[in-house]
């Protein structure tokens, strides 16, 4: 009985007729064969919710997990629904700290406070501000005058160094706005 394996390889002509040189379908093979070999690699790595296993860091030789930052994160803004998360904590807040305040009016009870929110927190940073000016005087040969004024701002967020990255540096916080307050008493 014959190997089905090696009549398998037979028919699919891996090598040329004098047997030294692999074919076209020979390079194919092994080309998808290194393809699968790195995908099952790859998922060794692989923890089972998609993200990637703790590996030791070499600066610091732990295996602490490093967060995957995004460029929004690293200027210290969160996603939108962070955003809103943060937005209902605060009018909740509000909420309660007004229907308390409301509750200790004489004659008022059963106090219902509902707040909205402009926007978040906003966060004022440190700008270097550049004004030029410059005034031209020009006179031609026939007598003509002519004044050049150029005035010029530039404006550039100041960026300073925390460790191994770069943030802006905040002058103040902002709290949010208050739109609107409806009252149930």
Do not use: C, H
């Not at 002509?13 to 040189?21: I, M, S, Y």
């Not at 803004?77 to 807040?93: G, L």
């Not at 701002?153 to 943030?167: A, H, L, N, S, W």
């Amino acid at each position: 009985m014959e190997n089905p394996l090696k009549k398998l390889i037979s028919q699919l002509k891996l090598k040329t007729e004098d047997g030294k040189k692999p074919t076209k379908m020979g390079y194919i093979i092994v080309i998808a064969l290194i393809g699968v070999l790195v995908l099952i690699v790859g998922n060794m790595f692989q923890t089972k919710d998609g993200s990637q296993s703790n590996l030791a860091s070499p600066e610091t030789g732990n295996s602490s997990p490093v967060p995957n930052q995004t460029e929004a994160e690293t200027w210290g803004q969160a996603d939108d629904e962070n955003k809103s998360d943060f937005i209902k904590d605060i009018e909740t807040n509000y909420e309660k700290d007004l229907a308390e305040l409301l509750e200790k009016i004489s004659g008022v009870s059963n106090v219902e406070v509902m707040v909205n929110l402009d926007s978040t927190k906003q966060k004022v940073f440190e700008k270097n501000l550049v004004i030029g000016e410059q005034t031209t005087d020009e006179t031609d040969q026939s007598g003509g005058e002519r004044v050049v004024e150029d005035y010029t701002k530039e404006e550039t967020v100041v960026i300073v160094r925390q460790g191994d990255q770069e943030v802006p540096l905040t002058v103040t916080t902002k709290k949010p706005e208050v739109r609107g307050v409806l009252v149930v008493a």
